[in-house]
């Protein structure tokens, strides 16, 4: 409305006017049909004005202009149906007047349907209708005019953007009837299908759907960093969610509360488990959907990233025939993966081993998995004390979250289990006062306790564009502070960029890690002094290497660069209370 406003083509007083009724009669119209309808301006006057808000060329089609070659170019049925009329083509360009020329999806697939990039033109659709009826043949030699695809989204989408100008105002439908309509919507679907098919074909961890004012934007986690894509109309939103939330089994009707949900889609022949998250923002509702392929193969620990001492290491810790070990980290760092590479390690016939988990993320043959149900009262505690009565060898506990079942835990190491979990902390020694703050006795913490495995993942450099470089004087400068006065390297790789890696220098991720073993001094100094600085003196004088150490070597190695390890290093991850002897370490 203002763009026809500030072109001269409607008066203040008639955008007023056509804003009034379409919020009191037509809320579902756009604008911009409104103002054709009340004969405030012409069709082509609202397609001029958009297209020269997007520097996008306005032509008024005419048969003479439209090569027969380029109707060839896309299928007669899929021309039709988008309201599309191919002009030209040459070297590789297809020149397509488009009715919906701000649909960047759709535009999308006509590439990808002609194989040329596309230069797009506006029109309005009666033109382009017109048009095509004067050309003779329209379709040329394309097949019967049926519409054909190879893609697995059944076409990337009919419907996204919209042909419209931005909606000043719009009322959301609290009837869940049509909701439930526009869910089913074939356009919908596709692009609820598009978006998983994308987020699969891009490696993302997550999706995210996030509402705005005129549009909601998909970003995907790819290697840790969210990755923005499309920008569909807003007014799809609803109907996206509730698609996601039938497809669910969640209540489309519940818009307040947050939800979650999940559900199992079968993608390139491999089931791919989607857990969903539902809330309500400003603007709309936010989804985040987790991706995670249960068809991928159980990774061994030697691809995780492990120095081949500290590797070997860990190996004896897992195989000792009770105690606890720890694996700590953030949420997002590996620690799962790690419990699972652990536990095929040593899967045979003649353990019992089980886990218990919320949810269950992978299939592990020769193990048994439970499924934790908090609001069934199945949490971890219970089903810990009831597993412990099924004769097990060893037990993976998903998350110790509580007292209670940091307390099972370790009465089970102590009565000649191996247990192994997962824990929120820092770094490796945090684990121990973490422990006892839960409220475990020291003594039963020093008894049970037979390692801690703190790790990270960090982006590792793509191995076909990273070159090294010298470090930067800042960076340097920060590396010889971390380390005690001196830098312990002087050049470090980058990541150029190139087509494998999306020119992002970046492909996959590495695990850093930091892995603490308690010997009989370190068990009688959690005795006498549980302290994190206690513990790390003891861990420092036992020489083991930090986060900042291993990161450093992977460095060295060209396996990530130095600004990767910097991001995430910090004073309590690598024991930097005492830098001087963490520098010499690293040196």
Known sequence: GQLLQQRGLISEAQLEAALKHQKQAAPDKLLGEILIELEFVRPEDVVAAVAESLNIPFVELGAAMVQPEALDCLPAGFIEKHTLLPVSVAEGWLTIAVERFTDVVLIEDIAQRSGCQVQVLAATPQNISHTRKEVAGVGGQSTGGEETTSEALDGILDEVGGNDLTVVEEQQSDNVADLEAAAGDSPV??????????????????????????????????????????????????????????????????????????LTVAMDQRAIELRISTMAAKTGEKVVMRLVDRAASIEGLEVLGFAPAMLERFREVVRQPNGIVLVTGPTGSGKSTTLYGALAEIVNETRNISTIEDPVERRLAGTNQFQ????????FAKALRSLLRQDPDVIMVGEIRDVETARLATEAALTGHLVLSTLHTNDAPTAVPRLINM???????????????????????????????????????????????????E????????????????????????????NEQMLTGILHDPSIAAIRRLARQRGISTLLDDGLSKVRDGLIGVESLLEIVARSDAGMDEPAETGQQAA
């Open 189 to 262: 679907v596709k692009l609820v299908n598009y978006i998983v098919h994308k987020a699969v074909e891009m490696r993302a961890s997550d999706i995210h759907i996030e509402p705005g004012e005129s549009t909601f934007r998909v970003r995907y986690r790819v290697d840790g960093e969210l990755v923005e894509t499309i920008r569909p109309a807003s007014r799809l939103l609803p109907a996206v969610v509730s698609r996601i939330k039938i497809v669910a089994g969640m209540d489309i009707s519940e818009r307040r509360l947050p939800q979650d949900g999940g």
């Open 372 to 379: 934790v149900h908090v609001q069934a009262g199945f949490t």
């Open 439 to 489: 409220g475990v006795e020291p003594y039963l913490v020093a008894a049970s306790l037979r390692a801690v495995l703190a790790q990270r993942l960090v982006r590792r450099l793509c191995p076909h564009c990273s070159r090294p470089q010298p470090l930067k004087p800042a960076t340097a400068q920060t590396l010889a502070r971390l380390c005690g006065g001196t830098c312990p390297i």
């Open 491 to 518: 050049t470090a790789y980058v990541g150029t960029g190139c087509s494998r890696c999306r020119d992002k220098g970046v492909f996959g991720r590495i695990g850093v890690f930091e892995l603490l073993t308690l």
